[in-house]
């Protein structure tokens, strides 16, 4: 956006350009955005959809999560940055591939074991009951141990759930 003046009185003109490139810039941000979400949304129903099926698949996509976030704090990210990173970045490229007409999430399914060596099976929902009560009670003697917990932990993030978004994805359409 060009610099034109913030003084009606000195240059009108450039005035009202100013306030017409503020009023497209904002009117195009939140219609990308509300694009963005609208993909998240059909992403995120494919995504229950699929695991009707497919009982690993968020287990498939924490495998492929935790991989990238554990690369970002080899490279000096704290683990909070690094979430939030892996987050965006899976977020944006499903994004892509909604709008590309690739399904994301069968391609997170096969990622997770053909690139980060997800092994199917070994994962909780796989398990039979008496390991999975092993699970259980090892997670209750830790709470029971515990002189505090932490807030988040039990009452979820405190920000959005709305993904953020990079706006120059969406401009293909």
Do not use: C
């Not at 956006?1 to 005035?15: E, T, V």
């Not at 699929?50 to 009982?55: G, L, S």
């Not at 390991?131 to 002189?147: K, W, Y």
């Amino acid at each position: 956006m060009a610099d034109y003046p913030d003084d009606f009185d000195s240059d009108p003109l450039g005035w009202l350009k100013n306030r017409v490139d503020q009023y497209d810039n904002q009117t195009r941000q939140a219609h990308l955005a509300q694009l963005a979400q609208m993909q998240w949304a059909a992403i995120s129903q494919r995504a229950g959809e699929f695991t009707k099926t497919h009982r690993d698949y968020e287990a498939r996509l924490n495998h492929v999560r935790d991989n990238e976030i554990k690369k970002l704090t080899m490279l000096g990210l704290n683990k909070a940055q690094a979430g939030a990173a892996v987050d965006q970045m899976i977020t944006q490229q499903a994004i892509q591939m909604n709008v590309n007409g690739r399904d994301p999430v069968q391609h997170i399914y096969n990622l997770a074991e053909q690139a980060y060596g997800y092994q199917p099976g070994s994962h909780v929902d796989q398990l039979d009951g008496a390991a999975v009560d092993a699970v259980f009670d090892d997670m209750t003697r830790a709470e029971d141990s515990s002189s505090h917990f932490d807030d988040d932990l039990f009452n979820g993030p405190s920000k959005e759930t709305v993904p953020s978004y990079n706006p120059e994805i969406l401009e293909s359409e």
